[in-house]
């Protein structure tokens, strides 16, 4: 079955560390999006990327890095300039002239900063 | 500019009663209109969409919802609540312009009393 995987589901980060979250799609879908999800907030969009090695900032880019290297992986590395990243992030993909169809999302990343 | 707006971030109603959520929406063109249903520690998941076929529509788990246009709003509801309809709810709007992203509103948290 089509879909996207997001691993791992739960990652741990001491204070310094960067980590990278994976997210990929077998969807063939063009776009990919990275949210995160604070309790009790909805979703802010931290970077998105229509087509392969290109990407734009989203709402709230700093502290992220991203990469569109395949059409089919979109990883998130939140950097230790991300003073705050204990937060629930959300991969999600679409197709990008298919208005109609909405998103497709993972199951998620839970990071917590240890 | 788009945008939606979700009133009550909590709504509770008992197990059997009429579930309603209210989302109004913003757009200066026709937009595509979502409501996506999210569970503790999961991805979002589409509900159903408004593509401009019929103004009622109907999706999954016995949801459904009504464009509009005067009134600029599209509720979500179900005549029967149930207790597994406990999750949160989040609407979206996405305009007919090329390359558009999904704007999300802030959501809104069912809970169910038996």
């Known amino acids: 079955d089509g879909g996207i995987t997001q691993s791992p589901k739960y990652l741990f980060r001491k204070e310094g560390q960067n980590v990278t979250l994976s997210c990929e799609q077998n969807?063939?879908?063009?776009?990919m999006y990275w949210y995160r999800q604070d309790p009790g907030q909805g979703l802010r969009l931290i970077y998105y990327?229509?087509?392969?090695?290109?990407?734009q900032k989203g709402d709230i880019a700093e502290g992220y890095s991203v990469s569109r290297e395949k059409k089919e992986s979109f990883p998130l590395t939140v950097t230790s300039a991300q003073k705050n990243p204990t937060a629930f992030y959300l991969c999600a993909s679409s197709i990008v002239e298919g208005k109609a169809d909405g998103y497709t999302f993972g199951s998620g990343t839970r990071l917590t900063v240890v | 500019a788009q945008s939606v707006t979700q009133l009550g971030s909590h709504v509770s109603v008992s197990e059997g009663a009429l579930v309603l959520l209210r989302c109004n929406y913003s757009s200066s063109v026709p937009p595509y209109l979502f409501w996506y249903v999210q569970y503790p520690n999961q991805g979002l998941q589409l509900l159903l969409k408004y593509t401009s076929a019929a103004t009622l529509v109907k999706g999954i788990n016995g949801f459904e919802a009504e464009f509009k246009k005067s009134e600029t709003s599209f509720h979500l509801t179900k005549p029967s609540a149930h207790m597994s309809d406990a999750a949160e709810y989040f609407c979206a709007v996405r305009e007919y312009s090329s390359a558009s992203k999904i704007i999300f509103g802030s959501g809104t948290r069912l809970s169910i009393r038996p």
């Open positions: 969807l063939n879908h063009d776009a």
């Open positions: 990327s229509q087509i392969v090695n290109d990407f």
